[in-house]
């Protein structure tokens, strides 16, 4: 292995991101660990506070860093299903962001390497020194093997390799075009709602020509932005029978929150290039009545709408 | 320019403030982005959990640390009109704080770079690298431009120099002495409530002189210590109309915490040199009813009250 | 005084700890501080989100991390006697983790210095330097004395030596063995509750053999796995009169999280080594009704129950 040209000779940061919130002493201990064993590696915290055992919004979160992350080692726990049977996994990703990504088999770890860069190998970690069952795998297994990585350890030295094939994935978000000609619309899942209560879907502008079958963004028929979209709350979750039809809302298609005024709903392309339902500095997804997981329908509003 | 004598030959670490919050993953990529672009400075938060949009909380809190603040740059994002015409800034400030100070031209800055030097130049930053409005400034603007201050860079190769003088500045807050001689008060706007149930007003320990023309710390006439001070609360906020009287509260005027007993409302000169409403381990912020904003009239107790 | 061998020649990270909480800019300011006096030690932020004023809550957590701190300074401020005669303590602990413990001498360090060395010094602080009553000891007193430790500096330049044995101890949480041979149960503190909402008690595996005279983990009368074990919640906090009896639960000792079904109550040794109730991926704690402070008592489960 050839460590990077980062300070110190080593890989980069350890970006940091789980579940363990910021009450307890967790991620404080994990940092306490990655200082003994890397002491001159920095980390980086991404996030915390994903929703307890919530492996997809972790790895949600995860991807959408991705493309921001330098050259480093990527440790991530959200893990239910610690002290089970699931394994505890190295991934390498070629490209320009993390060598590395540490972190349990259950899905959280792909969609970010693949984001930034080729997935090229995979190792489970051996049990931790201690063996036999543990708790807190965060502290006690991948932050030590993150630290090994981060100061110019190899994967083999920490573990066997795997199939890369074989890691786990989560199921794709709802993304679905329903209707014929002229009547389209695009069934869409909210992936996150943010502080600001912006509300991101799992589309992004391209997805709208499918609607009527033209682009959208400064190209001939610009329907959403002459007359709006029009947006449908499936108030349910993805697993759940849909709800009967919610209230129809109308966005306008706009660049930046600036071009709203108050209390009107915009359509945005965000900062991770995706669609977002949004106002100005207000959280549109307090008048929408979703969370991560609702579904949205959206279509061309009728100019008298 | 000539670079701080600080580690790395850097300016000095990077001061990073935002109402980010800490659920999602904002300042975790802000932090990605700084790494990449100054891997050798250290970033030292100082709050993310400003309220959302609010320019002014975000200010004062700018201003209560930039007497603790040593060299450095300061990055600094509360930005309700982020992909609006307003301008994203550098100011330098001569002094013993920090040299520069990044982030929208909203009023966020002055006072916290004026309270630890003098402003001697101001630059509005270009537009950001991929064009065209964006979403998340702090990201793709404030956070690139910190990072080239912090490793040498002269705001000159980042912006074009703009007037001093005409950068954006907030309306300071309520602060009024009303009445005749003998009947005298002190109007005073409540800056913050913080974690403790403090309330921090908008005067300083001189401005009680003013009520009986007479100094109150050690010097002739100690009415405040001797008899108390008769706090009146003015719920409202700064905008509004004055409601009616609130309850009228005695404060003792106090050096410490420990000098107060269980319950006892005291005034003493806080952190930062400002005089605060407290109790003794608990909030003193939920007895009295109020909150940021929020205006308070101090005047003499009389001795039975 | 012979520094670490670590980074910077320093003597290792600076661990700082609070319950200043992450909304204010309390956590920063101190930061800043240390970056000022100490720019090249890295800190360690163990926890901010201790409950206000909770000693015991501060001190607990700090013990819990001791285990897992390599050579360095902790910084702790939990402090509801800012202002008052109690005084500012360095310890000094030899053993394998942080050689100086920094903050009030209210309990706060003293099981977290112990529980990683010896105690072998104690040294008061004398007062800052601006003198007089203070209200933020942990940005004008203790973070200097930190930075200096981290820097080379002896407690002796800091302060004047006290008696160890002098320093201010907690009382130890609530652990009883009641009733008589085949009637035992054992009464244990709640002493804390995670964010997973995860029970810890204040005793660990080896106490449960006194409830029957019998090793349980892996030994001959395995009653516990067998049978399970039959938890009975008195909510009460330490210093009340004992709540009528509530309802009985009955917990599986398990070794992990992963053997526990949805709904089912375990009693597992958790990451600290303490014996904690829990569920999979649901807060125990909800169901039991608990909080640090509550305390439970621990018996056999009937077969038949």
Redesign the interface.
């Known amino acids: 292995m050839t460590p990077g040209g980062?300070?110190g000779g080593a890989l980069?940061?350890v970006?940091f991101?789980s579940d363990?919130?910021?009450?307890?002493?967790?991620?404080?201990?994990v940092?306490?660990?990655l200082?003994?064993g890397a002491?001159?590696v920095?980390v980086?915290?991404?996030?915390?506070?994903v929703p307890?055992?919530d492996v997809s919004a972790g790895a949600r979160?995860l991807a959408?860093?991705a493309p921001?992350?330098?050259p480093?080692v990527v440790l991530a726990v959200v893990d239910?299903?610690?002290?089970?049977?699931r394994r505890a996994l190295i991934l390498e990703a070629v490209g320009p962001g993390p060598r590395f990504w540490v972190g349990p088999d259950n899905g959280l770890l792909v969609a970010g390497a693949e984001g930034r860069g080729a997935l090229v190998g995979a190792w489970a970690l051996g049990p931790d020194a201690a063996g036999?069952?543990?708790?807190?795998d965060g502290?006690?297994r991948f932050a030590p093997a993150a630290a090994a990585l981060a100061t110019g350890s190899h994967p083999a030295e920490l573990g066997r390799p795997v199939d890369v094939e074989g890691v786990v994935r989560l199921a794709p978000p709802v993304v679905e075009l329903t209707g014929g000609p002229g009547d389209r619309t695009l069934r869409a899942e909210v992936l996150w709602v943010?502080?600001?209560g912006n509300v991101q879907l799992a589309v992004g502008p391209d997805d709208l020509s499918g609607i009527d079958g033209d682009g959208i963004d400064g190209r001939a028929t610009d329907w959403a932005r002459a007359s709006g979209v029009a947006v449908r709350v499936e108030t349910t979750l993805r697993s759940a029978v849909p709800a009967p039809a919610g209230p129809t809302h109308r966005a306008r298609r706009v660049?930046?929150?600036?071009?709203l005024e108050p209390g009107q709903l915009g359509l945005?392309t965000?900062?991770n290039g995706r669609l977002a339902l949004v106002e100005?500095?207000a959280p549109a997804a307090r008048r929408l009545g979703v969370a991560a997981g609702s579904v949205v329908r959206l279509g061309p509003a009728g100019p008298g709408s």
């Open positions: 980062t300070a980069g940061p970006f991101l363990y919130g910021l009450t307890d002493e967790f991620v404080g201990v940092h306490a660990v200082a003994a002491p001159t920095p980086v915290d991404l996030s915390h506070q307890p055992f979160t959408r860093c921001h992350l330098g480093g239910p299903g610690v002290g089970s049977a036999g069952a543990t708790t807190f502290r006690d943010d502080r600001f660049r930046s929150f600036a071009e945005l965000d900062a100005s500095a």
